[in-house]
């Protein structure tokens, strides 16, 4: 059984979700207390966190990108806010997707078997990419004593780019890996992972790794 931790200050939401998630089959964790909330999510090791940007004394972003600078599991933020800056910036800390209150139940445990499923897709493969070491299962690329820890979703794109390598890919092959169904795609989000993956393949000594294609795509070179 997966276990799902909700992060949520608001009581009753936190509690429609813990029945929800439970109904479908998942545990779930559910705190009440937010100080030191990301200790807590570390500690757990859940398989997914549905986050509230909104908590007591901490904004939920700032909790994310705590948490991504430790660990790679598998996000969704929840928000009352519907604005694409909110997407854009929950993207960019490493969100796998992002979902809006008041949210429809039936959309919502699709997304999350859409994140579990890609996350359970990725594989503990040893493979490589010039000097860089590929660790699938951690989420991790390293090159002597340097490594970058990669979201599920940049490490999906990686994996996908490496797979096709020196062979153009579209931005709607990249969606479709993503999201493996078009209600799921968002063009923001897979611009910001794109760039978050650039990155951190420069600072891993791969200044140009990924280049555009104007109107073909990207490749890995």
């Known amino acids: ?13 936190r509690e429609e979700l813990s029945s929800l998630l439970e109904s479908a089959g998942y545990s779930v964790i559910a705190p009440t207390d937010f100080q030191n909330v990301t200790k807590q999510v570390l500690d757990v090791k859940p398989d997914l966190l549905l986050l509230d940007i909104q908590l007591p004394g901490v904004n939920g972003e700032v909790v994310l990108k705590t948490i991504r600078e430790h660990s790679s599991l598998p996000v969704i933020m929840v928000t009352s806010r519907n604005t694409e800056i909110d997407e854009v910036l929950s993207m960019s800390y490493g969100a796998d997707d992002y979902i809006t209150k008041p949210y429809n139940p039936t959309l919502l445990l699709l997304r999350v078997q859409a994140v579990l499923k890609r996350t359970q897709n990725v594989k503990n493969e040893e493979i490589t990419y010039e000097d860089i070491h590929v660790d699938m299962k951690k989420g991790v690329l390293k090159t002597g004593d340097h490594e970058e820890v990669l979201t599920k979703n940049e490490m999906l794109i990686f994996s996908y780019l ?53 109107g073909q795509g990207y490749i890995l070179a």
């Open 162 to 214: 490496l797979n096709h390598r020196q062979g153009i890919v579209s931005r709607d092959e990249l969606m479709t890996t993503l999201w493996d169904h078009k209600e799921y795609i968002s063009d923001n989000a897979l611009t910001v992972n794109i760039s978050r993956l650039r990155k951190k393949l420069k600072n891993l000594g791969h200044e140009n790794a990924i280049e555009t294609r104007k």
């Open 1 to 13: 059984m997966m276990t799902i931790m909700i992060v949520e200050d608001e009581e009753m939401i």
